[in-house]
């Protein structure tokens, strides 16, 4: 049976990966070395030092590409390393056109350190297609997407957008931490760059730093490929393997975070003290639809705010919560709480932050894969 041929559930476990040469080792092993013996100069069997390429890195790369429906994966040290080398792709006078409510690292990255090689970045609402392409000019040369956004749950239209990047001629990158090719697989859409944090889902453990890229273009894949290695924020060969392990039961986490997550949204849309829910499944979502359209299911990634709260309320909800960890991240089988306007996002100006509706009473919450009725009276407790 060719790879092509298998179904998302097979390819997280099968997708790229063969048995050890070595000794047949169904794991592939942890390649811990920095350097590979040369029999003549130049004579290797395919490595000659790890931050060019090593076999563990490889094997996460093949899956990475397997599960994204890509042809080539990229692994690096974090995943704000892998957009580092996204905009590194760029020249000065470029313009970037990104999603305006996007991970709060992400915006930093793009604002404190790209701005001042000369790339300008716009960042704007994507809900309307007609906007997005407002803003398009000659001098841009990326689109930046962000979908679902973080914390607000807003849906943009994969489709919609890839259609205006082609039209425009320029490059389409979507960030897809928060759906996980499980829900979503932006280059089937036409996107030319995918790019994770593999901290979140695809690791799924809460025990490791890991970004990723994974392009279907050759050329675009050796471009990446030379600021890889050039840059050197590569994946280390413990953290490539833990990923790699993290993927085989990436669906399995995925079925039980969407579960987990439509019972926690429908538990805090009755609640009387809730005054607003934003997870894409609900049916009052403003681009339910969309997400209807686009992905297989919702995810476990739900903001929530309480009625009539200030900063400090919503501080003290998070605090009383006991089996949920206020911890910033997400994606990990634990499920985490926490308060975006004093962690994840305050790095972004309050005026910019409250412009994408990230308030000071805003709580996010990443479902993990806990019996529900225990996640549900916990955050029963810390409401009331
Ligand atoms: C965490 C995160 C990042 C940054 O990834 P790191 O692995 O922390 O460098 C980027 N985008 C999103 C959506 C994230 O959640």
Redesign the pocket.
Known sequence: MSEKDLRFNSKTIHGGQQPDKAYGAVMPPIYQTSTYAQTTPGGHQGFEYSRSGNPTRTALENSLASIESGSYGLAFA????A?DAVIKLLEPGDEVVSTND??G??YRLFKQVFEKYGIKFHFIGMQDLSFIESHINEKTALIWV?TPT?PMMNVIDLKGVAHLAKKHQVLLAV?N??ATPYLQRPLEFGADIVMH????YLGGHSDV???ALVVKDKDLADKLYFIQNASGAVCGPMDSFLVLRGIKTLHLRMQRHCENGKAIAAYLSNHPKIEKVYWPGLEDHPNHQIAKDQMKDFGGMISFVPKGSSFTDAVKIVENLKLFTLAE??GGVESLAGHPASMTHASIPKEEREKSGVVDALIRLSVGIEDVEDLIADLDQAIS
């Not at 974090?78 to 390393?81: H, Q």
């Open positions: 974090s995943g704000l390393a957009m996007l991970y690292g992400s962000e973080n960030d931490t928060f944090s593999a901290t979140k730093v890991v970004g991240s997400l």
